[in-house]
T-cell receptor
Framework: SQQGEEDPQALSIQEGENATMNCSYK?????LQWYRQNSGRGLVHLIL?????REKHSGRLRVTLDTSKKSSSLLITASRAADTASYFC???????????FGEGTQLTVNP | DAGVIQSPRHEVTEMGQEVTLRCKPI?????LFWYRQTMMRGLELLIY????????DSGMPEDRFSAKMPNASFSTLKIQPSEPRDSAVYFC????????????FGPGTRLLVL
């Protein structure tokens, strides 16, 4: 298994509902990041949480980090059809230079 | 800033041909990364540079792949000879040393090898 595994692989919800995606990793990290990828596009950085932080908010995004369980979750509140995309977590291992991406969660928000 | 620029956006070639993908990182960024994305293998790091020097090329699949960064504003990823299994989307990303590790991705090059 690779560092940064997302769960579920696919999620389909109705507009207005909340979407929760989870990520697990294996090694010690400096920080964990979430990225979004719209179909046919490059990845776009959403939010970063450092290893000494437990929760972070940015607009409708809420990220939690549990270093004891080596897991993180991304919550998107009041989802919109435009939130339809793939979401990836990425871990910045202690070396700090590279990121290791998970396999992603495909989120579909139905209008 | 224009962001990370990649060219071409799409490439269709025949097996055995040489393919060259190009990337211009964000000005001032001193790290550059090449990734490959496929349905089967997800997003894989191929190689990354720091200050134009290759740091880790352990992800380069085989000798058919090579990457260069002759200066701070340009990098190439070359496949010679190309094979159908090289078909994928290739992304370039850059970041700065002080950027907490956030990477900025280009739009990708969609490569199809027939």
């Amino acid at each position: 298994s690779q560092q940064g595994e997302e769960d579920p692989q696919a999620l389909s919800i109705q507009e207005g509902e909340n979407a929760t995606m989870n990520c697990s990793y294996k090694t010690s990290i400096n920080n964990l990041q979430w990225y979004r990828q719209n179909s046919g596009r490059g990845l776009v950085h959403l939010i970063l949480i450092r290893s000494n932080e437990r929760e972070k908010h940015s607009g409708r995004l809420r990220v939690t980090l549990d270093t004891s369980k080596k897991s993180s979750s991304l919550l998107i509140t009041a989802s919109r059809a435009a939130d339809t995309a793939s979401y990836f977590c990425a871990t910045d291992e202690n070396s700090g230079s590279r990121l290791t991406f998970g396999e992603g969660t495909q989120l579909t928000v139905n209008p | 800033d224009a962001g990370v620029i990649q060219s071409p956006r799409h490439e269709v070639t025949e097996m055995g041909q040489e393919v060259t993908l190009r990337c211009k990182p964000i000005s001032g960024h001193d790290y550059l990364f090449w990734y490959r994305q496929t349905m089967m293998r997800g997003l894989e790091l191929l190689i990354y540079f720091n200050n134009n020097v290759p740091i880790d090329d352990s992800g380069m699949p085989e000798d058919r792949f090579s990457a260069k960064m002759p200066n701070a504003s340009f990098s190439t990823l070359k496949i010679q000879p190309s094979e159908p299994r090289d078909s994928a989307v290739y992304f370039c990303a850059s970041r700065s040393t002080g950027g907490a590790g956030t990477q900025y991705f280009g739009p990708g090059t969609r490569l199809l090898v027939l």
